[in-house]
């Protein structure tokens, strides 16, 4: 795509039209990349170093204009480019497999944790309904992520996006860590940054599985309903192994708190009784499962390779409620610092 729109022929009204035409965007209505606009977005990236390689499947490298032309299409304002750069960084770790993620037929997309002050500077929602829609900066974030992927790296749905029917987490996947609630250290110093600084992570993911435990009063009561929403035959988990994600409501955070459990207990926990019954799962999957090296345990297959592949992390409001979040599997998930114009 051109890295800024060409206002010949081209007038605002007319502008979804032609972008549609064009094989651009998502579905939804895109801003028009102005040449004003994309001036003043990159104006937020001044002594920065874009610090971008070539995007799989197209090998094509984002220039700072194309970037930022993205970025307003995807409605992001100024502020908000540096956020996504540090997404974009961390999608090109080798380890997260974007080749791999962006042809799958799994319906992954980029989930976008946002720790640290940026989450207040932004608006970035980490409590009550962070997953879901209302909020700009979480909507826009991630939505932007999943165009500068579709349109330089040629994910296109159908043509390289080969998902068999995708996910509504596929337009946009970024919530905050709800830092203030959480009875745990943040997400991301946990992963090794500093206390205050500003990252983010991610993951090629599915959408979130809702945990419903209202009757639960103890962290034991918690454990049971977790490992039983995790312990699903149907998850890459299960057999292509990789990251998942636990994030928990401020409720259940607090009962675990209470009852003496550090987000690394739960982890331990999880991974012990998280557990498939081989009887749950057909002998032709069994044998696909053997085909990768993957044997059950006993008489279970165990979620993923071990207790440090379960990410917890705290975000959500008021209610009874967390969420499982599992990945594409041939995945990492990937931190990135977020870069600061000095």
Partial sequence: MSAVLD????????????????????????????????????????????ELGPLPPSGLVPTRESFAANAVMAGCR????????????????PEYNLHGVLATTHPCAPMVVVNGPVRAELGVNSGANCLGQGTRANAVIGRAVQLVTTHVGGARPGVMDRAT??????????????????????????????????VVTVAATEGPHNVNDHGGTTA???????????????????????PHFLVLGPEHAATFARDGWTAEAVRGALWERARIPVSRVSEANQRQFEDWGVVPDGDAYPVSTGPEMLHVLVAGGAGKHSVWIPSFGATAAVSRAVPARP
């Fill in 165 to 198: 029917q995708g996910g509504p987490a596929k337009y946009t996947f970024c919530f905050g860590e709800n830092e203030e609630e959480s009875p745990f250290p943040p997400f991301s110093v946990r992963r090794g940054f500093a206390p205050g600084e500003s």
């Fill in 220 to 242: 034991e009561d918690l454990l049971l309903t977790i490992a039983g929403t995790m312990a699903q035959p149907g998850s890459n988990n299960v057999y292509v192994k990789g």
């Fill in 7 to 50: 206002l010949r022929g081209v007038t605002e009204e007319s502008w979804q039209e032609e972008a549609y035409r064009r094989g651009w965007g998502d579905g939804l209505p895109l801003v028009a990349p102005t040449p004003a606009r994309v001036a003043a977005a990159l104006a937020a990236l001044d002594g920065i170093d874009l």
């Fill in 78 to 93: 100024p502020a908000d480019l540096p956020v996504v750069l540090a997404a974009v960084r961390a999608l090109q770790a």
